[in-house]
Each structure stands twice: as structure tokens, then as C-alpha cells.
T-cell receptor, first 111, second 116 residues
Framework: DAKTTQPTSMDCAEGRAANLPCNHS???????VYWYRQIHSQGPQYIIH???NNETNEMASLIITEDRKSSTLILPHATLRDTAVYYC????????????FGQGTELSVKP | DVKVTQSSRYLVKRTGEKVFLECVQD?????MFWYRQDPGLGLRLIYF???????EKGDIPEGYSVSREKKERFSLILESASTNQTSMYLC???????????????FGDGTRLSIL
């Protein structure tokens, strides 16, 4: 299973873009990258996913490098409500495509 | 938006009790999952279900069972609760979709279960 590496924590000023990096150097050619976040005492919230093209939705943008060994989640205008733990996941194929969450990045958005 | 509803946010039970955790999703999703989340251990899969009346064991099924009699509902049962089952329990659902497991999973808010 491809593993991911993320910084333990990051700070971001309110209103600025938050750029959260993720390394997944062992990713296989057909494995997707997913991003979730978890606000304290709530369930994980799906943000975005992609295979090799950059993706954008109403919440965020996902930039995947050409070699697919790393990606960056971009929150274009961070707010205090974006303070959460962000998880970068490479989906496994067995067991129904279960999700394996690593330690994630604790993002603190400050006023 | 997908809505996954877990019956209780907080639950306290005693050792030896039979405990039922309920999960309902409103998006007609075929696949449903039960995970537990513990500090330092991340998310671990207990059971999942591809469709009604279908179930598969995950990584840690011991001490648990599941029931999926209707598409929208997936129940987790602790047969005889023990203190090591104190945890945050998370239910998720996913549309089966065309690609193999490519659709994202959507989670409920979790049930924080304490076994005394």
C-alpha cells in the first residue's frame, strides 16, 4: 500500500491561501489521492480527490505533480473554520477500498 | 449533499452489555463501512458491506458483528462489550460507481462510545 508523508503541523493567516503538501513516492499508476479533513470531535469530511490531473471544487484545489510522487491541497482563502487535521490518503484496493489515515497535518488558521 | 447519520454522538455502556450502533445514509449508496478511530492508531476498518445482506470482515472484526437488512442502514453490534472497545466509531458510505472503488467515502459524525 502506498504510504503518505505530511508535515505534522502548519499555520496559516486568515484570508491567505493554505498550501498543504503530501509526499506519496510509492504511489502506483492507477491509485487515486484523496484528501479529507477532521475537525475536533467530528467525523472526517471529504474534500477532493484526483488521479493525475489537477482538480478543483468549491472547497479546494488539488495539484498533483507530473510524476505523481507528491501533491498539494490548496485552500484558496483560509478561514478560522478551516482549522482541522488534514489527511492525504492513497486508496488501497483490497477490503472494499478502505481508507488508511496517517497522522495528517494539523492546520491552524490564525486571525 | 450526502448525509450519513449515526444514531448517537455519545454512548456509555457497561462491560458485558450488547451494544447496537446504528448508521443511516440518504444517498442510496451501495457500499457502507464501519471504522474505529483511536489516538495513535488512526482509522481501522471493522466491517464493510458491498450491498444489502452482504458483509465482509475488515482488519479488526473480533468482538463485533454487523447487519445490513436495508440498503440505507448498516448496524454495528458489540456482542459483549469490553473496556478495550472504548473508542470513536465512524460509519461511512460510498456510491459503488463505475471505477473500482474510486468514489469517495462520506462519513457520519461518529459515536464516542465508553465502556465502563
Amino acid at each position: 500500500d502506498a504510504k503518505t508523508t505530511q508535515p505534522t503541523s502548519m499555520d496559516c493567516a486568515e484570508g491567505r491561501a493554505a498550501n498543504l503538501p503530501c509526499n506519496h513516492s510509492t504511489i502506483s499508476g492507477n491509485e487515486y489521492v484523496y484528501w479529507y479533513r477532521q475537525i475536533h470531535s467530528q467525523g472526517p469530511q471529504y474534500i477532493i480527490h484526483g488521479l493525475k490531473n489537477n482538480e478543483t471544487n468549491e472547497m479546494a484545489s488539488l495539484i498533483i505533480t507530473e510524476d505523481r510522487k507528491s501533491s498539494t491541497l490548496i485552500l484558496p482563502h483560509a478561514t478560522l473554520r478551516d482549522t482541522a487535521v488534514y489527511y492525504c490518503i492513497v486508496r488501497v484496493y483490497n477490503q472494499g477500498g478502505k481508507l488508511i489515515f496517517g497522522q495528517g497535518t494539523e492546520l491552524s488558521v490564525k486571525p | 449533499d450526502v448525509k450519513v447519520t449515526q444514531s448517537s454522538r455519545y454512548l456509555v455502556k457497561r462491560t458485558g452489555e450488547k451494544v447496537f450502533l446504528e448508521c443511516v445514509q440518504d444517498m442510496d449508496h451501495e457500499n457502507m463501512f464501519w471504522y474505529r478511530q483511536d489516538p495513535g492508531l488512526g482509522l481501522r476498518l471493522i466491517y464493510f458491506s458491498y450491498d444489502v445482506k452482504m458483509k465482509e470482515k475488515g482488519d479488526i472484526p473480533e468482538g463485533y458483528s454487523v447487519s445490513r437488512e436495508k440498503k440505507e442502514r448498516f448496524s454495528l453490534i458489540l456482542e459483549s462489550a469490553s473496556t478495550n472497545q472504548t473508542s470513536m466509531y465512524l460509519c461511512a458510505s460510498r456510491e459503488a460507481g463505475v471505477g473500482q472503488y474510486t468514489q469517495p467515502q462520506h462519513f457520519g459524525d461518529g459515536t464516542r462510545l465508553s465502556i465502563l
